[in-house]
């Protein structure tokens, strides 16, 4: 099995480390990761000058664009094959709800998807970030399920962690994405030659979390597994809006 993996967090992350170690006895790795951490990047490309695809020490090579350029990079220029699957992560933090939106780890395994790949993104859900074994395990797992047993159809599946010893965990739930509340104001501060700068604010808490959301599996200490699309159509709208056309 050919494995593509990437993140959102920089080739240097521990996350990602993980996350190689753990899937390495599945198959051939590859890493194409961001220099620098790309967090909140979404799905965007690099189109304004050009990258660069250099190596580290470990193996990893890195580029100096977004989680998206180093799967497209990878997928449509550096591989001489495509990956059997693409896996982003460890995400160091929760990717639910609305953050699927703006996260650079989804947006990698996205990108994967978007070329015809089955693709995981996967993410630690705590503050501490001392279980990346756990996501690590929960990621060979299903790398190991698809192999065995393929879906036949590209899919991408948002996969969150709970930051506990893998034995702690209550189970893996197939979920749909909650809703957060909006988000924190912005907090101005002060440089250090006096200007005025902004912080962008945290993500609002959960909203929407009842059984059967990312939210509430995580709150039970079990893993997510959500399956994503990209068609952002409102189809229950579009009555609606071909009704207010015509007034």
């Not at 993500?203 to 939210?215: I, K, Q, V």
């Not at 995580?218 to 189809?235: K, M, Y």
Request: one cysteine or more; hydrophobic letters at 40%.
């Amino acid at each position: 099995m050919r494995i593509l993996l990437s993140n959102d967090d920089g080739y240097f992350a521990p996350g990602l480390a993980a996350l190689a170690e753990g899937l390495s006895g599945l198959g051939e790795i590859t890493v194409v990761a961001p220099e620098r951490d790309r967090s909140g990047a979404s799905n965007s490309l690099t189109l304004d000058r050009p990258l660069t695809l250099r190596q580290a020490h470990n193996g990893f090579r890195y580029v100096n664009g977004t989680p998206t350029d180093c799967v497209h990079m990878a997928v449509t220029g550096i591989l001489d094959f495509e990956p059997d699957v693409v896996v982003s992560g460890i995400n160091s933090g929760s990717n639910m709800g609305d953050d699927t939106l703006y996260s650079g780890t989804v947006a990698a395994a996205t990108e994967g998807y978007l070329l015809g790949i089955p693709s995981i993104a996967v993410s630690l859900v705590g503050t501490t970030f001392e279980h990346y074994e756990t996501a690590a395990r929960v990621a060979h797992a299903l790398v190991e399920r698809l192999a065995r047993a393929p879906f036949g159809a590209p899919v991408l599946l948002n996969v969150n962690v709970p930051d506990v010893p893998f034995e702690a965990l209550t189970g893996m739930e197939v979920t749909r994405l909650g809703r957060r509340h909006k988000a924190q104001p912005v907090v101005r501060g002060q440089n250090p030659r006096g200007e005025v700068v902004y912080w962008v604010g945290q993500a609002g808490a959960a909203r929407e979390a009842g059984p059967g959301t990312d939210f509430h599996a995580l709150e039970r200490g079990a893993v997510s597994i959500t399956p994503l699309q990209v068609d952002l159509t409102h189809a229950n709208q579009i009555p609606l809006v071909a009704g207010w056309m015509d007034k």
